[in-house]
């Protein structure tokens, strides 16, 4: 099995190479699967402010691996993003994975809060998420690192697991029974 990834960040492609090693239906194969991964571009912004677009540029990343003329299994296209519910703006995690017959299904990561003044950061001031936790942590790349939800949770909730668990949900429909029905 040949599976391509989008990026060339170590934590998202842990992410779902974790995902994988926790998921019945590849686990037992995960010796044997290639992977592919490169950086592809997104087509949206670099600090996507909406779930929406944050999905888009998911589906883009996946879709644009496929048509580079990769062949694999399946593509995969992650994206992190912001976006405001309730009042209170969350980071997540989207992973999005198409097969090469062109079926593709969303997986999503649990939500952490912003920090308000990583929030006006980047809702007034429009920063990128990456740049203002380097000026903050004195990291030059955290988001090859832990990522912001590993900084806010005492890296209790990392990057890598952040993508994991939004694998784990876009590959279920590939193979579970219920979407078969």
């Known amino acids: 099995m040949i599976i391509a990834i989008g990026t060339t960040r ?5 992410g779902i190479k974790e995902g994988i090693k ?25 600090m996507p402010l909406s779930i929406e677009e944050t999905m888009k540029g998911a589906k883009n990343r996946a879709n644009n691996l496929q048509k580079k003329g990769i ?33 593709g299904h969303f997986g999503f990561s649990p939500m952490m809060e912003v920090p308000k003044l990583i929030e006006n950061e980047l809702y007034i001031k ?12 004195g990291s030059l790349n955290i988001r090859s690192k832990n990522g912001s939800m590993g900084a806010w949770s005492d890296n209790m909730f990392t990057r890598k697991d952040e993508f994991s668990i939004a694998f784990k949900a876009a590959i279920a429909p590939f193979y579970n029974k219920y979407y078969q029905l």
């Open 10 to 14: 170590e934590p998202k492609i842990n």
């Open 22 to 46: 926790e998921t019945p239906y590849l686990s037992n194969i995960f010796n044997e699967i290639f992977f592919i991964t490169e950086k592809i571009s997104s087509d949206i912004s670099d």
């Open 71 to 103: 062949k694999a299994d399946y593509y995969i296209g992650i994206e992190g993003g912001t976006s405001d519910f309730l009042g209170k703006k969350y980071i997540f995690g989207i992973v999005f994975v198409l097969n090469n017959d062109g079926e």
């Open 126 to 137: 429009g920063k990128e998420l990456g740049d203002i936790m380097g000026d903050l942590s």
